[in-house]
């Protein structure tokens, strides 16, 4: 199955006669600074004529300094989506059931239907703020014993983030015959962030990270899977030599020790959504309460909103493949950015 992400499809833009410079991205959920320039020089510096550490012994052990685990417990990835695609590769079969909280993130699905697995869904409503029926997903989870549970939090794309105290009680549902998936990528600029790495301590938690996200590393495709030693063992034996090139692994290292990057975009973020939940408020398309760095916008038809506002340089993500067609997806950006998009919406909205 072909799973749709946001970001620039070079072909669209074509199509406008648009280049990638002329357009402001707002479909992309990263850093709104940018990488930093500690990882601009990293990458810079990077030895392009060497092959890359198999096993990104360096950066798994600045990792599990940093983060207070065992280096057995860590495994780095070409990007979260190449982590998520080999955990259901090691651990689900043909028939295992697979449980995902929905609407979410496209390839917890297409991962474990390539795997052969039977998929079920746990689906939050609009009506409820996208927040998900705790009581009946437990019940779900007890009835089905699912070999694999998906969890995005802070979820993508509605933007609701569970407490430890519910992820806990999913994990308790689980028990020891699967594992829950939680997916943390959007974690680190979320508003009111917890550690969830005390949660491997029970033994069927695997938790994902994304440095695409905090430090805005798309291009390079870097993210990290901690989670227990035997879990991180079945994955690793199917991932490709050098899957992590030496630019990732290099830039990687530069990010964690650059943390005030990750503080300083939190700021940015506060600040736009805020502009942003007022001024869309103002044009009678009010933002869904989120606490990722995206908000959710109910627009009608999204498809028409996204292409009338990419004719005016603004690209945003229609969420039609989320099951959601009448909302699109903004990213936070820089409050003079949003102020672009929210004259570009209201021009739309006036003229069409």
Known sequence: MTTVHGGFDTAELRA???????????????????????????????????????????????????????????????????????????????????????????????????????IEHVWAAAAEGFRWPMDAAVQTINAMRPAMVFLC????????YLDRESVERLSAAVGASGLLVLDASYAPLADGAWDALPLLRRGNVAVLRSMTKDHALAGVRLGYLAAPPAVVEAA?????????????????????????????????????????????????VPAASSAGNFMLVRVGDAAKMRRALLRRRILVRDCTSFGLPDHIRIAARAPEECARLIAALRDVLAHG
């Open 236 to 284: 690793h034996r199917l991932q490709p030599s050098w899957s992590v090139n030496a630019v990732a692994q290099a830039v990687g290292l530069a990010a964690l020790a650059d943390q005030a990057h990750v503080t300083a975009a939190r700021e940015v973020i506060a600040e736009a959504k805020a502009y942003l939940q007022t001024h869309l408020a103002a044009l009678g």
């Open 16 to 118: 406008e006669n648009l280049t990638r410079d002329q357009v402001l991205d707002f479909s992309s959920n990263i850093n709104p600074l940018g990488p930093s320039p500690r990882v601009r020089q990293a990458a810079s510096e990077a030895d392009l004529s060497a092959y890359p550490d198999r096993e990104c012994l360096d950066l798994r052990e600045a990792l599990a300094a940093k983060l207070g685990v065992g280096i057995d417990q860590l495994m780095i990835g070409n990007g979260s989506t190449e982590l998520i695609h080999l955990l259901a590769r090691a651990l689900l079969r043909a028939q295992s059931r697979c449980l995902i909280f929905a609407p979410t993130f496209g390839e917890y699905e297409a991962a474990a239907a390539l795997a052969g697995a039977e």
């Open 153 to 160: 939090n802070p979820n993508n794309p509605t933007g609701v």
